[in-house]
């Protein structure tokens, strides 16, 4: 079981940045894989960046590859992603999501997600 938190969502101009945070708690969390999806209204849901908790397999989706930076901090149970040069096209509520690294597809545990709204 993996309960996850986010926060350090707002309203923003477009061109600023924001940092979100994801504290997840759980037992062998070395053991998934953690994911940010955003969802604008009316559009399905899009995996934008992920990263194994070891650090490793680093992926960003096109639309935000070169300006947005996932991490995590082992110390604080705490994935964060940095988004830089936001733009009206990021806004979504964002969410992170946990699956289990070996044998699994599915992002199984879910954060209440964070609203991200950039005006132009």
């Known amino acids: 079981q993996v309960q996850l938190v986010e926060s350090g969502g707002g309203l923003v101009q477009a061109g600023e940045s924001l940092r979100l945070s994801c504290v997840a708690s759980?037992?062998?969390?070395?053991?998934?894989?953690m994911g940010w999806f955003r969802q604008a209204p009316g559009k399905e849901r899009e995996l934008v960046s992920a990263i194994n908790w070891s650090g490793g397999s680093i992926y960003y989706s096109d639309s935000v590859k070169g300006r947005f930076t996932i991490s995590r901090d082992n110390a604080k149970n705490t994935v964060y992603l940095q988004m830089n040069s936001l733009t009206s096209e990021d806004t979504a509520v964002y969410s992170c999501a946990a699956r289990v690294l070996v044998g699994g597809s599915t992002y199984k545990y879910w954060g209440q997600g964070t609203q991200v709204t950039v005006s132009s």
């Open positions: 759980g037992r062998t969390l070395s053991t998934y894989r």
